[in-house]
């Protein structure tokens, strides 16, 4: 019985959560929500995003790369470890260097990159896409649209080698990543960039603090 626990607390994954300065996060949802809510939203995202991955049985912990100080001192009151972004040369080398910061500390690790802005993420749903991503080397999870990603894997010893950004499913299926066919996971594949994917969020049911900076009501 303890070796069992053991081996599935090595199984765990150290989650990577990109987030960009607030004052330029989430440009697409101006149009529907304003200028002064558009970075509040941009955060509540992230909060209820690290939240529900803190939550998830599957998940070890959670790093956060940002420069933003006060989504840093959000997050981290969440129980999210938050790296700044050295690189400061887009999504993409975040990640890296977020993964990197992830194994310098604890080598075999499995790290997985998750977007921040998945408000209505529900533990038991991301759970289950990450033990399904366990079977591969790398693994990703296509967004709502099919077109891009919300979640990519990479085993213990595999590079993560992320290109996250635009149609981005294609190009992780061309890197070798195995795109994951978990069904009823719709919470995992909702991003939100537009209005229109907050409504569709809000009708999944979204956490606690967008619900409460979006200003709508539970039903």
Request: aromatic letters at 2%; a positive charge; charged letters at 25%.
């Amino acid at each position: 019985m303890l070796a069992d626990r053991r081996a599935d607390a090595g199984a765990r994954w150290s989650l990577v959560v990109p987030l960009k300065s607030l004052d330029r996060a989430k440009s697409r949802l101006a149009t529907a929500a304003g200028e002064l809510l558009r970075p509040r939203l941009a955060l509540a995202f992230a909060q209820d995003t690290v939240a529900a991955a803190l939550a998830c049985p599957a998940v070890r912990d959670v790093v956060v790369v940002t420069d933003d100080a006060r989504a840093a001192r959000e997050l981290a009151a969440l129980g999210a470890r938050v790296v700044p972004d050295v690189p400061g040369r887009g999504l993409n080398a975040a990640l890296v260097h977020g993964a990197g910061a992830v194994r310098a500390a604890r080598p075999p690790a499995a790290v997985a990159a998750v977007n921040a802005d998945l408000p209505a993420l529900r533990p038991a749903e991301l759970d289950r896409v990450l033990r399904a991503a366990r079977e591969f080397p790398r693994a990703f999870l296509a967004d709502a649209a099919g077109i891009g990603t919300t979640l990519l894997s990479a085993a213990p010893g595999v590079e993560l080698a992320p290109a996250f950004g635009g149609e981005s499913r294609s190009r992780h299926l061309a890197s070798g990543a195995v795109e994951l066919a978990v069904g009823g996971v719709e919470s995992v594949r909702r991003d939100v960039d537009t209005g229109a994917d907050l409504l569709a969020a809000l009708a999944l049911g979204v956490g606690d603090y967008t619900l409460r900076t979006s200003g709508a009501s539970r039903t």
